[in-house]
T-cell receptor
């Protein structure tokens, strides 16, 4: 099976812009979770989608949003970008049991 | 509040030496426990997991971990490290409410 794929791998934006990141889970996986990784805060949970419904959400402002499509692919959107949004954004997928997550390589977002 | 603590930010060991990375969690019940490894520029790869049963679990790449309920710990061990083990290691806890908490990570350096 192909692994989790994330596009794009690298992104440079300026403050105030918005960005959309994409994640394609492993075939058959219906749960997709998003994480933000920064040197200072480490790995922080953003949200999780299961069968097109947001099942859980971390402590991030409303500028961070996501959605999941019927084919389980997921997108994450960040509006009104701030310098502090520069991070590696990781997507992880899991099957119905959820317990074991498989991570993609991440999207490196740089906000200038 | 629930938390995961990896007390060592950096650890340096010589190639061929044994390794132990510490992880403690704070949670009322026994959570699901994981260790992940992240190589530079890569996503996270699952090394091993504990759900229940035998408290000593074997993982990939020669790693093992022992769950100690009395100490709320889940330390990762390897009897003999290889230069390719240099990476960042994350302990994670699944609180069984569809949310996973990661430790801040331990960066492992290997001396030749």
């Amino acid at each position: 099976k192909a692994g989790v794929t994330q596009t794009p791998r690298y992104l440079i934006k300026t403050r105030g812009q918005q960005v959309t990141l994409s994640c394609s889970p492993i075939s058959g996986h219906r749960s997709v979770s998003w994480y933000q990784q920064t040197p200072g805060q480490g790995l922080q949970f953003l949200f999780e989608y299961f069968s097109e419904t947001q099942r859980n959400k971390g402590n991030f402002p409303g500028r961070f949003s996501g959605r999941q499509f019927s084919n389980s692919r997921s997108e994450m959107n960040v509006s009104t970008l701030e310098l502090g949004d520069s991070a590696l954004y990781l997507c992880a997928s899991s099957d119905v049991s959820y317990n074991e997550q498989f991570f993609g390589p991440g999207t490196r977002l740089t906000v200038l | 509040a629930q938390s995961v603590t990896q007390p060592d930010i950096h650890i340096t060991v010589s190639e061929g030496a044994s390794l132990e990375l510490r992880c403690n969690y704070s949670y009322g019940a026994t959570p699901y426990l994981f260790w992940y490894v992240q190589s530079p520029g890569q996503g996270l790869q699952l090394l091993l997991k504990y759900f229940s049963g035998d408290t000593l679990v074997q993982g990939i790449k020669g790693f093992e971990a022992e769950f100690k309920r009395s100490q709320s710990s889940f330390n990762l061990r390897k009897p003999s490290v290889h230069w390719s083990d240099a990476a960042e290691y994350f302990c994670a806890v699944d609180l069984r409410d569809d949310k996973i908490i990661f430790g801040k990570g331990t960066r492992l350096h290997i001396l030749p």
